[in-house]
């Protein structure tokens, strides 16, 4: 079943100078979430933070942090990102030849259990470990940049993931990660994403308080409008 719509707002976009300061804006402005994005430079072009920030970050706010691995070889800093102090873990599908493994891990460890999938991988890859996870992230652009715009063409593998998570009575959110604003996350929602990465709508704009209500305005409208 559906759950109650999540932002989470992606401190890739956020001023580093200030990274307290913008957790705490966001905290107090209706985040729920706060995404943490790690590249490596190799499974994705990008290079940005490791296990170190995200321990500051987790000292910095109370949200529950969505630690997203952009990572070749994601199984060898599960433990460490879980003791910096990630609620949940996201692996790609792409990173992981044992993935039923890698996500018994993740909870092994702790944390809650995500499987991410680019816009090039079928949902099929992730349905045979449905009932062994918490989260399944749809990228809807490919990973390694904020910024980018919206692939449309996603939203049909959100509709058939909604459709079995429910069939199938799992308790697994459903997020979705790129290019989400205020005229794109109504769709989103529509076809069945309940967690909302917003990396640019959020930090690029004048007032996070206004625009994750807008996010969740936006969501409720389409959802409502169905
Ligand atoms: C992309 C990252 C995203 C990114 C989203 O590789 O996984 O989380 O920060 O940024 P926006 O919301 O600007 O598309
Ligand atoms: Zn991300």
């Not at 891990?105 to 349905?127: H, T, Y």
């Not at 998570?165 to 799992?170: C, F, Q």
């Not at 604003?181 to 959020?202: H, N, Q, S, Y």
Request: proline share 6%.
């Amino acid at each position: 079943m559906r759950g109650k719509t999540r932002i989470a707002p992606s401190i890739l976009a956020a001023d580093f100078n200030e990274l307290g300061e913008e957790l705490r804006k966001i905290e107090v402005g209706g985040a729920d979430w706060v995404h943490v994005d790690v590249m490596d430079g190799h499974f994705v072009p990008n290079i940005t933070i490791g296990p170190v920030i995200a321990k500051s970050v987790r000292s910095a706010t109370k949200l529950p942090l969505d630690v997203h691995l952009m990572i070749e070889q994601p199984e060898r800093y599960i433990k460490d990102f879980v003791d910096a102090g990630a609620a949940t873990v996201g692996v790609h599908v792409e990173t992981c030849p044992h993935l039923h493994r890698t996500v018994q891990q993740i909870r092994g460890a702790g944390a809650r259990a995500c499987v991410v999938l680019n816009p090039s991988s079928p949902a099929a890859l992730v349905e045979p470990v449905l009932g062994d996870i918490d989260q399944v992230l749809v990228m809807t652009v490919n990973p390694g940049f904020g910024g980018q715009k919206f692939i449309e063409s996603m939203l049909p593998k959100i509709e058939t993931l909604r459709r079995w998570i429910d069939d199938g009575g799992h308790d697994v959110a459903l997020e979705v990660d790129g290019g989400i604003g205020p005229e794109t996350i109504g769709r989103a929602a529509v076809a069945g994403a309940d967690v909302f990465v917003a990396g640019t709508a959020v930090f690029g704009a004048p007032d996070y308080r206004e625009a994750i209500a807008a996010l969740k305005r936006a969501a409720k409208d389409a959802l409502d409008a169905r």
